[in-house]
């Protein structure tokens, strides 16, 4: 009995535990169906994201085995696909490409050590329970930067495309890059690259239907092959470049791929140039974290099921610590991949560890097979997965319904493309901060008047409403603090000067006041004298539970003019002076 008390206390921290002991036959051909699907999808895709972050293409997968493994042991979503993602790759080139690293082995050991100060930062937070991080950052900005990233990475894979070499991490470096290098693109490169990119769009526009249609295949087989797709374009450019000898024409391939299990041990850098990865591990952190998240209570939502997002910060911790122990890179939880996971039928995160044995198993016998793979077909797999996240319409969205949205999410988008997405995405979060700060430095105060016939009250502008002339009830629509505990305290004295000479009841209405820091404590301290200097009373009412305790650790309700009323009808009925009330209509 005590044994098994163990054990249900350890299911947080070791989910594993908790669906392991379920485990069944039905369970296992799931995952394993789903594990052989996910892996023929990941083998070039792992491949194309090393190379996006500038990264031997065997660094993908190596950052693409153990990850899986971690996470199936600490992660609490059924179906999520932890490995490189596009977003992050683009990031960690950025973060590697200023400590100016200029062999090959020195590179691969930075992109490691950013792997583990991002897994210890997010096993950091996990221990604090920081999962309500990914509640600071605006979706709308989120979709900004991730759209600004989609464009970035596709301009950035044109010069694969053309066989050229550009180098920029920003929109205008890449574009003005490109066009110097023009004269000297490889046609037969443009013509590998060209067929990889259409086939690959016809993959994801109309490959299922055309199976259904001329085949007669069911719908989800039809779909399963579409999403495998990129891997018969990967045989198929692979077969031409070794049947044609098609790098004796220029075109680039990905070369030798060594055979084997990925290196194991602690990555070794220059103590000196760690300082420099703190920055952009904690923004990889971050960034990670938010799309990981959003990913894996998309997903769960769809099976009524739940992830607990501080464990999942555990979770992708110990991802990024174990791919940096082997080899890898960053990584988090991909859409793509998770998607293909969802749909394939996986049953629980051991679909993530058949999966991490078939690469596995790839990096061991496989990789000799990957000579002659044209790296324009893996920039076309990249431009083809992230053109997905490029969704503009959010502009429209933003602009028909909130214009400081609207200019948050348009410099986001604006920085990332000019400064690059260190840039972006640091911009971005202040920028969802600041626009919160702005927002809540603003609040909406009402008057307000009792509803005839009821003991609601409502705005005066807005109802037609019961007033008194010797009383006056002002909603505060905000939490108080010191950021607009001026601005209220002038609201509330501005309308007490109106009618000074039949005024006699001030009452703030607090019903949507969840806090008042020291800042506005002082601030209705000050309404509070000026009041009783004019002969008007302040009163307060509905102050909520947490609020009142605190109130009553200062002095203010024992200097308090007025009084504390628990229902703002209670106030409105006792402190109006006679029945002669008046009637505003909006």
């Not at 669906?19 to 996910?38: C, E, H, K, P, Q």
């Not at 610590?321 to 749909?343: E, H, I, K, M, Q």
């Not at 429209?396 to 604006?414: C, E, G, H, Q």
């Not at 002095?555 to 505003?584: C, I, M, P, W």
Request: include cysteine; proline fraction near 5%.
């Amino acid at each position: 009995m005590r044994l098994f008390t163990n054990q249900k206390k350890l299911f947080p921290l070791f989910p594993i535990l908790d669906w392991g002991s379920r485990y069944n036959r039905a369970n296992f051909m799931g995952d394993l169906t789903a594990a052989v699907i996910v892996t023929i999808m990941l083998i070039p895709q792992s491949l194309a994201y090393a190379l996006l972050a500038g990264l031997p293409a065997e660094v993908g997968l190596y950052a693409s085995i153990l990850p899986l493994v971690a996470y199936a042991v600490f992660g609490t979503s059924r179906v999520l696909a932890v490995g490189p993602v596009a977003v992050v790759s683009l990031m960690t080139a950025s973060a590697l490409a200023p400590l100016g690293l200029e062999s090959l082995p020195a590179y691969i050991a930075a992109a490691a050590v950013l792997a583990l100060i991002s897994g210890a930062i997010l096993l950091a937070m996990g221990a604090l329970r920081l999962g309500v991080v990914a509640n600071f950052l605006s979706h709308p900005v989120i979709a900004g930067f991730i759209a600004a990233s989609g464009l970035l990475i596709a301009a950035s894979q044109l010069k694969h495309i053309l066989g050229v070499s550009v180098h920029g991490h920003t929109l205008p470096e890449i574009l003005s890059g490109l066009v110097h290098h023009l004269p000297e693109m490889s046609f037969a490169t443009l013509l590998i690259g060209t067929l990889a990119l259409g086939f690959l769009v016809w993959v994801r526009k109309g490959m299922a239907q055309t199976l259904q249609n001329k085949l007669g295949l069911e719908p989800n087989l039809a779909k399963t092959i579409a999403r495998v797709g990129p891997i018969f374009a990967v045989i198929g450019t692979t077969v031409l470049a070794w049947a044609f000898n098609l790098p004796a024409f220029g075109v680039a391939v990905v070369g030798t791929v060594p055979t084997g299990l990925p290196p194991f041990g602690i990555p070794m850098l220059d103590w000196e140039l760690i300082p420099a990865l703190v920055g952009p591990a904690v923004l990889i952190s971050v960034i990670g974290y938010v799309e990981s998240v959003s990913v894996a209570q998309t997903l769960a939502s769809k099976r009524k099921q739940r992830i607990d997002p501080n464990q999942e910060l555990i979770a992708l911790g110990a991802s990024n610590v174990s791919s940096a122990l082997s080899g890898g890179y960053p990584v988090t939880g991909g859409f793509a991949r998770s998607v293909v996971n969802f749909d394939a039928g996986a049953e629980t995160p051991a679909a993530g560890a058949f999966t991490a044995i078939g690469l596995l198993v790839a990096a061991m016998f496989l990789t000799p097979m990957l000579f002659f793979l044209p790296k324009a077909t893996l920039a076309a797999t990249i431009i083809v997965a992230v053109l997905s996240l490029v969704d503009l319409s959010i502009l429209k969205r933003a602009w028909d319904y909130s214009k400081a949205d609207f200019a948050a999410v348009s410099a986001t988008i604006l920085l990332t493309l000019g400064a690059g997405v260190e840039v972006g995405v640091a911009s971005g979060v202040g920028l969802s901060l600041l626009l919160y700060v702005y927002k809540t430095s603003r609040p909406h105060v009402a008057e307000v008047g009792l509803v005839p016939g009821g003991q609601h009250f409502r705005n005066i502008k807005r109802h037609s409403v019961i007033v008194e002339p010797s009383l006056v009830t002002l909603r505060i629509d905000e939490s108080l603090y010191f950021a607009n505990a001026r601005r209220m305290e002038d609201l509330v004295l501005a309308r007490a000067h109106q009618n000074t000479g039949e005024l006699r009841h001030v009452i703030l209405m607090c019903s949507a006041v969840n806090e008042i820091d020291l800042s506005a404590l002082e601030s209705l301290e000050a309404i509070n004298q000026r009041l009783k200097d004019l002969g008007i009373q302040l009163h307060l009412s509905e102050v909520k539970g947490p609020v009142m305790d605190r109130l009553k650790r200062s002095h203010f309700l024992e200097e308090l003019t007025g009084r504390v009323f628990l229902s703002q009808y209670n106030a409105f009925k006792e402190l109006r002076q006679n029945d002669d009330v008046a009637e505003h209509v909006a």
